[in-house]
């Protein structure tokens, strides 16, 4: 299969080099004129020096070794490509020309047409965001890594001759030593500089304690090593700090395509079909003005707050609103920013310039001012704050008890009860707890922001569900037909009708009947917003909304039969042929499966409201999914939605909010832990605290269970690490801390909490099946 | 003995110049993509190299 794709793409690029001119993707001519912009083009570019530019592009049909050999060989299509890199896990490609020989718009137009459309959104312009590897953390843990295995080389003969080694020997390991240890100084950096600008804002994390204690080590093992007394503790102090950065390493897990700030810029295009007399031109969105005429074709989004010119449209607002079905507009009436218009082409005037249109007056609400601080652990920082202030008492206080009999032996005690209190088990309880749960919940394509959420995940008490996408399956709608029978002639005909249409309902029909045969139908009108009509040999269907089908004429006795109710006309098609209603197509919303079960094992825990954009007619239907015990509400707008959360939490209520479209990210936003549900990899999500597949849903119980386990972990390993430390501290308080036994102590301590906390999550994630 | 002061100085530059070439190919963009050359190299560029490099000179001159 592979090899196909292969082959099939080396063929096309074959063709491409000599010119033949396959276009795998039409595209407008205009389209990418936009790029021609000097300004635009500024904004886009990493640099551009002398001539040379280059740019990142973002591409999600990036998903084959074949697409990275086509698009780094794009020098060969295009002289004046200097470079391009593909980098397949971003899903993007780095690309260097020379302005000279070719342009920014000749480029993209190029990868365009061999079917690699980059996807170019308004965000691309806000700001360069660079979302690359934390070069200094390798840099740190290389250096670490060297000084610690450089360490204990020296420090061996030491330790293995019992003490014959030549004093000589010792004099130059000491200060090699040493010289390690200044090296060290520099990874160890980072703790020192959050210790201290935690100190200053007036209270104490994890890593006071950790700085201590390097500090502590440093001085101590300088004064040892300098005055001849001893080797010193700088291989403790290496392992201590290689074993702390390594935690740093293993708690962030970087999911590359995944991005959890996006919000509604990332959402619109970069351009729109502006109409100006009878001309038409793409123009960037930030240069819409109110009066503009703008062309919205099939599936495109309608940027700005605006006024229909055209006779009539279907907006669909499910993103924006959360309303499932798609509305109809009539000429003269106002379209939202943020609906997709489904059919042909439609002309509308903006009343709104882009940034003051109604979907982005969400985003200024303070909720999206929220600070990522606000992530950092509770568990860790209570228990550093205890942690620091009983190893300072303890420190003090048996330096003072040996301070009358002996200097010496006081200052070895304060400096052995820092060292060896030094928590550095306890530090890498967190990073691999939560690291662990992060790769258990990945595996479940459930992808969270960073290692911080498990705990905050642990502690809702309140889950708020979506319902459109997030409840219901959108890609999957059951059709049911009612009425009188349809003989195998009529569903044929049915289905090849509703094939000519793009209105989604038709869709769902022509979805419903896909099995049946196909017959060419000339005769087909289709009113948009109202209905389609045609003829075959003599009979006359016609299909749509009530009123349309329907006529003074038509017999429309079925409906008694069928003890019609007039509020289930909105997502119905009817149907007549010859001037007899024959009866109506339904349509309901598929609820994903199992979702009953995971909704009433966590009503037993947890509070759940379920908030949907839609109106009630789900209302029966939802009820008996949850059998009645959870709060339902309906025509919630995206700033109802937030402030319900807003209520919640005044009540001291910590809210997971579960949504899919830009209508929930308000939500999301404000929630304590906001979860984004996407049915593919590379949709859009809005920006939140995790992404996760949609059809893993119904794992949320377990996924919820995992992360009440890892605290429960964490608890555990940190009553483990103090018990190590109060074995430590024995020898510290009595003076008689040697380096062999720090040497052993301290990575015994650190590797077994390690092996501790990774398998006890790693076994709890097994027992519930995840 | 002194023979094992030369072997200290050996090991340790040897060591040290293991840590420039990482830290070399830390800053040199190394870690950035982890993956794709992974890739790269299973792609076959030997079929056409005559044209490769046919291309490769024009765009030189």
């Known amino acids: ?770 | 003995m002194t023979v094992m002061l030369i072997l200290i100085v050996i090991s340790f530059t040897l060591a040290i110049s293991f840590l420039a070439a990482f830290l070399w190919a830390v800053k040199n963009n190394q870690y950035e993509d982890t993956f794709t050359p992974s890739l790269r190299i299973l792609m076959d560029n030997d079929k056409n190299n005559e044209e490769n490099n046919d291309l490769r000179i024009n765009q030189v001159n």
Request: charged share 20%; proline share 3%.
């Open chain 1, 1 to 770: 299969m592979h090899e196909l794709l292969n082959d099939n793409n080396l063929d096309n690029y074959y063709k491409l080099a000599r010119k033949s001119g396959i276009k795998p993707k039409s595209f407008d001519k205009s389209e990418f004129a936009f790029l021609d912009d000097k300004g635009i083009q500024e904004k886009l570019l990493q640099f551009s020096i002398n001539g040379t530019s280059k740019i990142t592009l973002f591409i999600p049909e990036i998903y084959c070794s074949a697409c990275i050999w086509l698009l780094e060989n794009l020098y060969r299509l295009d002289k004046g490509v200097l470079e391009s890199t593909v980098n397949f896990l971003k899903k993007d490609i780095s690309i260097t020309y020379n302005e000279e020989q070719t342009s920014l718009r000749k480029i993209v137009e190029l990868i365009t047409s061999i079917g690699y459309k980059p996807h170019l959104n308004i965000s691309d312009i806000e700001g360069k965001k660079t979302i690359g590897i934390n070069k200094s953390i390798f840099l740190k843990v290389g250096v670490a890594g060297f000084a610690f295995g450089n360490v204990m080389l020296f420090a061996f003969p030491e330790y293995l001759s019992g003490g014959l080694l030549e004093p000589e020997f010792k004099k130059y390991f000491g200060y090699l030593s040493l010289l390690l240890g200044g090296a060290l100084m520099y990874s160890a950096s980072d703790f020192f500089k959050t210790a201290w600008t935690s100190l200053k804002l007036g209270y104490i994390n994890i890593d006071l304690p950790i700085s201590l204690g390097i500090l502590a080590l440093l001085i101590r093992s300088a004064i040892d090593i300098l005055s001849g007394r001893g080797p010193g503790f700088i291989d403790s102090m290496a392992g201590l700090v290689f074993l702390l950065l390594v935690g740093r390493i293993f708690r962030q897990k970087t999911f590359y395509s995944l991005s959890f700030d996006r919000d509604y810029k990332s959402y619109f295009p970069l351009s729109v079909i502006r109409k100006r007399n009878d001309v038409e031109e793409f123009v960037s969105l930030n240069e819409i003005k109110p009066d503009d005429n703008l062309i919205i074709r099939n599936n495109e989004i309608v940027p700005t707050d605006s006024i229909l010119e055209s006779d009539s449209a279907m907006i669909d607002y499910s993103f924006v609103s959360g309303e499932s079905k798609p509305v109809d507009v009539a000429k003269g009436q106002k379209i939202y920013a943020g609906g997709i218009h489904q059919g042909s082409s439609i002309e509308v005037k903006a009343v709104k310039a882009f940034f003051q249109s109604y979907i982005t007056e969400l985003w200024n609400h303070k909720a999206f001012a929220k600070n990522d601080d606000s992530y950092s652990s509770n568990i860790s920082n209570t228990a550093a704050m205890w942690f620091t202030i009983g190893i300072l008492l303890l420190a003090s206080g048996s330096f003072l008890y040996w301070l009358p009999k002996n200097l010496n032996l006081a200052f070895n005690s304060f400096t052995s009860v820092l060292i060896i209190a030094c928590p550095c088990a306890f530090a890498l309880v967190l990073p691999y707890t939560y690291g662990t749960v992060l790769r258990v919940f990945s595996r479940n394509s459930f992808f969270l922001k960073n290692a911080n959420i498990v705990e905050s995940i642990s502690k809702i008490d309140s889950i708020i569900f979506d319902k459109t996408g997030t409840l219901t399956d959108i890609s999957k709608s059951s059709v049911e037909y009612l009425g009188k029978t349809l003989s195998e002639d009529e569903t044929i005909l049915i289905k090849s009708i509703a094939k000519h249409s793009t209105h989604p309902l038709s869709r769902l029909v022509f979805l419903f009947h896909k099995d049946k045969n196909n017959v060419e139908i000339r005769n087909f009108t289709e009113t948009p917003g109202k209905g389609i009509e045609a003829e075959f040999e003599g009979v006359s269907v016609r299909m749509g909304k009530l009123g349309f089908v329907k006529n003074p004429l038509t017999n429309c006795s079925v409906l008694e039969d069928l003890n019609f109710e007039t509020q289930q006309t909105e997502s119905s098609v009817f149907l007549s042929i010859n001037n007899v209603l024959m009866g109506y197509y339904i349509v309901r919303p598929s609820y994903r499966s199992n979702i009953k079960d995971t909704i009433s094992e966590l009503v037993r825990k947890y509070t759940i409201t379920i908030l949907s954009g839609d109106n009630d007619a789900e209302k029966e239907n939802l009820n008996q999914i949850t059998d009645g015990k959870t709060v339902i509400k309906f025509n919630q707008l995206p700033i109802d939605k937030l402030e319900h959360i807003e209520k919640l939490q005044a009540d001291n209520k910590k809210v997971m909010m579960i949504g899919d479209g830009l209508n929930d990210a308000g939500a999301i936003r404000q929630s304590n832990v906001g979860i984004a549900v996407t049915n593919s990899d590379s949709s859009f999500t809005p920006g939140s605290d995790a992404i996760m597949q949609a059809d893993n849903i119904e794992k949320i119980p377990a996924f919820i269970h995992l992360t009440n386990k890892s605290v429960q972990t964490v608890y555990i390993s940190f009553a483990i690490s103090i018990l190590y430390n109060f074995i430590g501290l024995y020898f510290a308080v009595q003076g008689n801390l040697t380096p062999l036994i720090s040497a052993i102590f301290m990575p015994v301590s650190s590797f077994s909490i390690m092996a501790f906390t990774v398998l006890k999550v790693r076994y709890d994630a097994k027992k519930l099946h995840i």
